[in-house]
Each structure stands twice: as C-alpha cells, then as structure tokens.
C-alpha cells in the first residue's frame, strides 16, 4: 500500500495533475488506474505502449473508464519518430521531409491525418511538432526532425503542422523551446549549450514558436538546454526568466507548458527529477513529462511528494502549482470539444460526400475545430486521405543521376552503413530501403554495417554483394567520417553504386544515381525504392 504525501487533498491532487508518467505494458496496470482515481491527469505513451491501433484504442478506453478527461499524451511526429507504427516505420515522412517539398497546404493534409488516426485511437495531445530551426548541420538530435534551417520555412510550416494536427482534435505540443536546432550535444545524454546573442535567438529560434501561438498550439515543450544570453544560469526548463518572461509575457502564451522528459541527463544528471521537477513548476511549466525511462508507481510518488514538500517548506508557491494543474484540466476541456467537433465535421462531411461528392471538401472547409478552422477535407490539395504520407514522401525526393546511370534491373544488394541511433529516434524501428526494394524487386538482399573503420565495412559490403548491383543507403553522411570513408571505398570500386540518403542531405551527391529522401520513415524507403526499381 503507497502512504499518500500527508496534507490537503487538494494540494496532493494538484501535485499528481502536474505529471505526465508513463507505464510499462500494452494495458493500463492496477497503480497508474489507482492514481488517475487520486487526481493524476495525463498520461504519457511510448512505443513499448502500443501493439496495435485496436490494441491502443482498448488501452485508451480502459484509462478512461477510470477518468473520462485523461489527457493521453504520445510522442509521435511522423517520419524517424513514431510510436503508432515503431516496429514497421511511419507512414508519414518526417517534417525535414515536407520542408523539402515546402507545400503548407501538404503539410497540413499529413498532419491532420496523421492527428486523425491518433484521435481514432484515443489519443489527444501529441508532443509534436519540432519547431526547431535546424541550423547547425551537425547536430544529433534534431536533424531531420526539423522542417530545415531557413527560419521562414520552418515557422510557415510549424504552424500549417499545429493548424492540421488540433483540427482533427488533438492539441499540438510544440517544441522545443526556446529552440533545439543549433545545439552540438544531444539533451538525453548531457546539458546542451547555445552561445548567440539575443537578437538572434528572436530573428531565429523564437520566429516558429511565435508561429505556433498564433497558429493556436495548444502546448509547447521546453527544451533541457542552456542559453545564456536569455538565463545564464539555468536552463530553459527550469528558468523563470525564459519558460514566464519570454515564453509567457513577452511572447504572450497562455496554453500548457510542457516540460521534455525529465529523466534526461540534462536535467536528471545535474539537478535530480525531484529537485529539477519543483523548479520547472516554480519556473512556470505546468505539466512534468517523465516515463521514456522511469516509468513506475515510485517515480509517481516521489515526484508528487516531492511537489508538497516544496510548497509546504515555501520553496514553491501554492498558487503557482495550483495555476499548473488548471491549466492542465483547460487542456482537457479543450480536448474533449475539440474531439467531438472533429467527429461531428467528419459525421457531416461524409454525409455531404455521399449526396454530394464535389460538396464534400467545401463542408469541411467550414467547419471548426475548437475555435481552429480545419481548411481540411477528405481528399482536399495534393494528398488523399490514407496515401497523403506516401504523396508526401514521394514528392520530397531529390534525384541526382550521373550519365553513366543504368537502371537497376535485378535484385541488387542493399549496404546499409548503420549509425547509432540517438534516443528520440530509438533502434527498434526498422529503416532503409531494403524491404521495400524486396516487394519490388524480389530477391533483394541487405547487411547492416556499422561504425568504425570505413574502408573495413565497404570491403565487408563488396564483398557480401558479389556481382549484385550496390545500393548503399546512409543518413547523414556528413556527419559520419566513418560512413563518407565507405562510399568512397565503394564508388571506387563500383561506380554505378547508387546512394540513398536519407538523412539531412549535407553532403555532395555522388553514386551513378543519389536519391534524397530527407528522411528514414517507411514511407520514404518506399518512394526511394520505386525510383531505383523504375516503378
């Protein structure tokens, strides 16, 4: 039996409201329904959460049946990161994708099917979209998780993404703020530091995010990294002077602030989840996002009793911590609108369509989402419906081909030079092109080579391929001394090698055919393999 923090009722409810923990298991277990039943809120979804898009509906309904204005929250942008399809690959390219194509109009139809199929499942608020400027080419965590590096683009797109997503229902969590983009350090593993001066930070970082807030995200994600010229100090989870000067009187936000995951070593590595979790309330988040890593019963308590001992001891005010937890239940009030005028719009959209087909898109158009108009129909601009993913990732790619270029007329050899995986992208989710090529062309074989020596790993590559076609598929060559080394080895001993890039396309195109995917989505391998097979 858990000993619950001793004090008000009240104060311990709003304690759990702030928290947004995850759970291990593809059902809800005894203590998180317990907890929910005490005051918790939100809950947070990863991959190990999901089986199915049935499997998720029923763990959804389950937690609602215990509290019917849960906020199920997931990490889900579509194209490297997904948690709906982590074991297939997305069917929705990633946002370096639709900045390549830069169609808002596209951006939206992904976004809303995207919010679409997790509002089927249950889900309402979705950490995403990355808003981050990406504009150092080496960073390791961002990257094509960013619509790209020209401000313009990614603030147009930014809110075309948050306007398409709350308009099937589901409220947009922007992020990461103020601005992951030109950080060399990736936050999951230590404290990032941005050393520009101010003015650049608001001509550059913030321009998305005030895009965002006029688009009407509905939250936004702070970011675990030091910025000195905003707060030298502390970073911008935990300081005041950026998460309530900037973000809310400055810029004027007045939604969910959402902290990134705490366990982070940026935060847990220096400050504690604890400590760091009081000075994020304090500092004006409302909502503690904690569950890629620590995902139990304990990391609930501690983080609750943790939360009641600073107000009691004076450290956190009252009425600080009592403003986070309504803001928390604003959003789940905007949900549960947003959610039935979604279904209703769609309810009367099909209903038009099938009296009136050309009528259909129209009466969609009129319509609103919690106050959002959705601009959106089934079918509308450039994408339809369930293949507005593949339209997308199709059109994003960039084709380079030498004269010499053949095309590929047997089952090649996919050579996959392998980089680690950072934590929001994970290892469990297959990538490449190799599977799609082998639905194309059957007998398509592949390998995996990993870091190291590069000549080693092509010499490993030529020699598993044999008298086979190469097709070499990499993400982010510049990056990867390692990766350009192999190319080398390989274009030098057979040039009609082709290269698959399917990272950020920093380097110079080589290979007798270079296809550009900007990203590693399924839905990416299938554009690119259809290139390569001359489908």
Known sequence: MTTLASGSATLTRDALTVLQPGFTGTSAPDWLLRRLGEGLASVGLFGRNIASPTQLGRLTAQL????????????????????????????FPGNHALGAVDDVTLTREVAFELGRRLAECGVNL?????????????????????????????????????????????AACTKHFPGHGDTAVDSHHALPRIDVDGSVLHARELAPFRAAIAAGSRAVMSAHILVPALDPDRPATLSRRILTGLLREELGYQ????????????????????????????????AI?????????????????????AVRSGELAEERLADAAERVRALARWTAAASASAQASASASVAVSASTPDAASASAS?????GVSTGLGAGAGTGAGHDVGLVAARRALTVTCSEAYEPVGEPPYVAA??????????????????????????????????????????????????????????????????????LDTLLAARPDTIVVEMGVPQATPRGALHIATHGAARVCGRAAAEIIAGH
């Open 366 to 370: 009129a319509s609103a989402s919690g």
């Open 289 to 309: 996002c904690v569950g890629g890593g620590l995902a139990d019963d304990e990391t609930v308590r501690r983080l609750r009793d943790a939360l009641v001992s």
């Open 64 to 91: 609602r049946a215990e509290r019917d204005d849960v906020l199920v929250a997931i990490d889900e942008e579509g194209g490297d990161v997904t948690r709906l399809e982590v074991r297939t690959g997305s069917s």
């Open 417 to 486: 030079l392998t980089p680690v995986a950072n934590i929001a992208v994970g290892d469990e989710t297959p990538w490449g092109v190799a599977a799609e090529l082998a639905l194309l062309l059957p007998g398509t074989e592949t390998g995996s080579f990993a870091g190291g020596d590069g000549e080693d790993a092509a010499v490993a590559a030529l020699t598993a391929a044999g008298d086979r076609r190469i097709v070499a598929v990499v993400r982010d060559e510049h990056r990867h001394a390692w990766m350009a080394s192999a």
């Open 126 to 170: 979705n950490w995403a979209p990355s808003a981050d400027v990406n504009s150092n080419p080496g960073n390791p965590v961002i990257g094509v998780r960013s619509f790209g590096a020209d401000t313009d683009l990614v603030a147009r797109h930014t809110a075309a993404y948050v306007t398409g997503l709350q308009a099937a229902g589901v």
């Open 255 to 286: 939604g969910l602030i959402v902290t990134d995951g705490m366990e982070m070593q940026a935060i847990a590595g220096t400050y504690g989840i604890e400590r760091g979790s009081v000075l994020a309330i304090a500092a004006g988040a409302d």
